[in-house]
């Protein structure tokens, strides 16, 4: 009697999670149990990251707009809390951003922040 392949569903399935698999190296693009798990993992990774490249992305601008403000002789934790202070709403995306185009208008920012409310 022959083995049951289970039809097209069962297939469908299968060629889903191969394709997802393209350009994995060895029998992991071309073997269903081996590119399954390595499928799996890879999407774990992928939904941890995108929240991980938040953090990231923050700490990359944190650290900018620190070495920002020590050329303009203060650090970061009294420029944020400045800013603050003076109902100053940039974000840390735009004072990095600002602080690499224009250093001219960070060091406004900067003599902004710590003037006296």
């Not at 297939?11 to 073997?31: D, E, Q």
């Not at 993992?41 to 620190?66: G, M, P, S, T």
């Not at 920012?109 to 003037?115: G, I, T």
């Amino acid at each position: 009697m022959p083995r049951v392949t289970r039809g097209f569903k069962a297939r469908r399935r299968r060629n889903k999670v191969l394709s997802l698999a393209k350009g994995y190296r060895g029998g992991k693009h071309r073997l269903f149990k081996s590119a399954a798990e390595a499928v799996d993992r890879a999407l774990c990774y992928a939904y941890r990251d995108r929240r991980v490249k938040k953090r990231e992305f923050r700490q990359l601008w944190i650290a900018r707009i620190n070495a920002a403000a020590k050329q303009n002789g203060t650090n970061y934790s009294r420029l944020i809390s400045g800013l603050n202070k003076n109902s100053i709403e940039l974000d840390r995306k735009v004072l990095s951003n600002l602080a690499i185009v224009d250093p001219g208008a960070f060091s406004a920012v900067v003599r902004a922040s710590s003037q006296a409310n």
